[in-house]
């Protein structure tokens, strides 16, 4: 697990920053670019879905992660933070 990630595996939930960032419609990652890091604040947390088996998880875990590691992640194609991804992520969970 890289540092500043959080994981949410199938069967458990974990309580986040990602929550308290939420916008009004309580998608977590409404208008956030993880790949536009200089206008995002260290503090801010994304929420992305684990494509591949890696370091960051399994294949289809939910992690919450900071802004830098967020974008490396994504930057290496190990996630995909687009809040689609993440709402079929949580449906084939359910």
């Known amino acids: 697990m890289v540092e500043g990630a959080t994981t949410t ?9 990602a929550e308290s960032a939420s916008d009004a419609d309580g998608s977590p990652n409404a208008g956030a670019d993880p790949g536009d890091v200089a206008a995002s604040p260290e503090s801010e947390t994304y929420r992305a879905v684990v494509l591949l088996d890696c370091y960051l998880g399994k294949l289809g875990d939910i992690v919450d992660l900071d802004s830098a590691a967020a974008h490396a992640a994504q930057t290496g194609g190990y996630i995909d933070t687009h809040p689609n991804a993440i709402a079929a992520a949580e449906t084939a969970r359910a």
């Open 9 to 17: 595996t199938q069967g458990d939930a974990t309580d986040s920053a």
